[in-house]
Structure formats: structure tokens, C-alpha cells
């Protein structure tokens, strides 16, 4: 694709360049005679030739590949809609042309071109600010065509996420709707932590590793290798935020730092521990349940339990039960910045 751009380029400013050569030759030539005249002839296009050939790539290539970054980070239905607005616009300029042409002076050559571009900017901003709109009237007849379609919308996928591990649960059972994107980058610390002298590190890293082959085995769900890098960022979490700006992608993220930048950013946050969260069960002052005291509490005579998703049971007077599975009643429930907290007592105290 960049070979076939590159001989387009240069095809094309040796024809802009060479077509000034033949003109300048033109003008130089006037009042020579001889081999002057014969020189100004040849040696004029054919060196603007050449230069235009030459060139053009360099000058072309980088805007054009900026371009298609900008291109690529814009979403299909935006598109579509800027086209349209951008035609209406200029359309209605067009029909208002004639008019604005009798405009007496340099008034009538400028009003209409302004009046057009304004239509035209004026159009786009009308169709993009429809888009929601314009998506839910896709998804009632062409389900999934629009960004919140089954696969539509691309979630993009931190280290933590991934160690982590419940994302693979959650996403076998159907909950998650989208593309999950792996970026390359990713992968690459994933294996660096794999290959860590330190026997922790490298655990968590295998299991993550482990966790992306289930994803891919199991998860009903695509998982798209992203190959787009950021040479320019400091760190991972700096690349994974250029990424989720440019594929106007959510992020799914464990990490508490990232999670706060990604917020400043006005990025759309997926967290596993706030959706484990959002998911326990509602207990009550005054509900029953069995828990077993493993350790004591920092108050005298408490004793300390889990439930099987992790949230702490303190009992009071619970400390004579250590180690065994008793009865108690929920007295309050305490939300925490670390998670929830139950208070109880032993049934019957």
C-alpha cells in the first residue's frame, strides 16, 4: 500500500512539476535564440520533472499519513453523517448563489463562497450532533450496524484486566458486548513480566497469558490484536490512553491510577472491581447467614469472617467461635472506600 502510494506521488508531481517546467521554459525562452533557447527548452522541464518525481514523496507522504491517522479515528456513522451535512450544506449554498451574485462590487464574488463554507460547516455540525439519534434508527432495521451494535463498539484491554482474570468469567458468560482489543504492546509487557526472574512476577504474568488463550478459545466474543504503537508516550498507560482517544474505545482496567487518567481524559472506564462491586448481594440489618470466625478483630473479643465474595463479616463477641462455622444477624452494613463492611452479632446473643 505505501509502495503503490509512493509511485502515485511521484507520478503525480512529476506531472505538476513538470507542466511549471514547460511553462517557466516558456517564459525564459521568449527573445533567445540558438542553443539558449534549445536549453531553457530541455534542461528547464526535465529538471522540474525530476524535483517534482523526487519530491513530492517526501512532502506528500507524511501529511497523507497523518491524515489517515485522523481518517481512522473517526467513527464510520460520523462519517457518514459530516458527508452528508457537508453536502446539504453546500447544496443550499448553491441554490442561494444566483441571488447572492447580483450583490453589487467584490460583494458579490465573496458573499457566496462564505455563505457555502458556512452552510457547509453549519451542516456537519447538525448531521454529527445527531449521531445517537441516527444510530438507534440503524439498529432498528440493520441490528449491530451502529457503534452500540453486538460487535459494533471496541473495548480496549489493560495488563491488570487481564492478570486479573475475572475478565475472561465475564466474558464467557455473554455480559461483555463488543470487541475486546488486545494492543501489541500489551502483549509485550505481559511477556516481559512472564519472563521476570521474580517467581511472583512471572506467575502473574503466565496467568495472564493463560487468561488471553481462554479468552480466544472460549469468549463469544471477538479478540483483535492491536498493532498500533505510540514510540512518543512515556509508559503503557500513556500508549493505552492514545489508543482509546484515537479508536474512541472504553478502556477495561483493575489499575487505580490508570482508572483516575483515564477519568481527567474524559475516557469511559470499565472496571472488574466496580462490577463486582455493583454485583454482590444486598444484605440487610436483621437478615440471618452462616459464617465461618477464621482470625480475630481489632476490638476486643471480635471475630472476623468472609463471605465467598470476599466481604468482611465482623462479629461481636465472636471471638470464642474462632475456627468454627456459626449463626449470626446481620446489625449494619458499612460502605467503605475498600469495599463493604457487614457488622453482626452470633443468632440468639
Not at 247 to 253: C, D, Q
Amino acid at each position: 500500500m505505501t509502495r503503490g502510494l509512493t509511485i502515485v506521488t511521484r507520478i503525480v508531481g512529476a506531472l505538476f512539476f513538470g507542466y511549471l517546467g514547460l511553462r517557466s521554459a516558456a517564459e525564459l525562452a521568449k527573445g533567445e535564440q540558438g542553443l539558449v533557447r534549445i536549453l531553457f527548452w530541455t534542461l528547464t522541464p526535465v529538471g522540474f520533472t525530476v524535483f517534482g518525481a523526487l519530491a513530492t514523496p517526501l512532502i506528500l507522504l507524511p501529511l497523507l499519513g497523518k491524515f489517515q491517522e485522523w481518517a481512522k479515528a473517526i467513527q464510520p456513522t460520523q462519517l457518514i453523517l459530516g458527508t452528508a451535512g457537508l453536502l446539504a450544506g453546500l447544496l443550499v449554498g448553491a441554490l442561494l448563489s444566483p441571488a447572492l451574485f447580483t450583490l453589487p462590487g467584490i460583494g458579490g464574488l465573496i458573499v457566496p463562497f462564505v455563505v457555502s463554507v458556512t452552510l457547509g460547516i453549519l451542516g456537519v455540525a447538525i448531521m454529527v450532533g445527531r449521531e445517537e439519534e441516527f444510530a438507534s434508527f440503524l439498529d432498528r432495521f440493520l441490528p449491530g450496524t451502529s457503534k452500540g451494535g453486538a460487535y459494533g463498539r471496541e473495548i480496549v484491554v489493560d495488563t491488570s484486566a487481564i492478570i486479573d482474570g475475572r475478565i475472561a468469567d465475564v466474558a464467557v458468560t455473554g455480559f461483555l458486548q463488543g470487541t475486546l482489543v488486545i494492543p501489541r504492546f500489551v502483549l509485550d509487557e505481559l511477556r516481559y513480566i512472564a519472563d521476570s526472574p521474580d517467581n511472583l512476577r512471572r506467575n502473574r504474568g503466565r496467568r495472564g497469558l493463560d487468561i488471553l488463550s481462554r479468552l480466544q478459545k472460549e469468549a463469544p466474543i471477538p479478540i483483535r490484536i492491536a498493532e498500533d504503537d505510540f514510540v512518543d508516550a512515556r509508559d503503557v498507560d500513556g500508549k493505552l490512553i492514545r489508543l482509546c482517544k484515537k479508536l474512541n474505545a472504553p478502556i477495561l482496567t483493575n489499575d487505580f491510577n490508570l482508572n483516575r487518567i483515564a477519568e481527567l481524559e474524559n475516557l469511559h472506564v470499565l472496571n472488574v472491581n466496580g462490577l463486582a462491586n455493583a454485583v454482590k448481594v444486598v444484605i440487610l440489618p436483621g437478615e440471618e447467614m452462616a459464617v465461618r470466625i477464621i482470625q480475630e478483630g481489632k476490638e476486643m473479643g471480635q471475630g472476623v469472617g468472609f463471605l465467598d465474595d470476599g466481604t468482611m463479616v465482623v462479629v461481636e463477641g465472636g471471638r470464642r467461635f474462632l475456627n468454627e462455622q456459626l449463626d449470626v444477624i446481620v446489625t449494619r452494613v458499612l460502605q467503605t472506600v475498600a469495599g463493604r463492611m457487614i457488622f453482626a452479632q452470633p443468632k440468639g446473643a
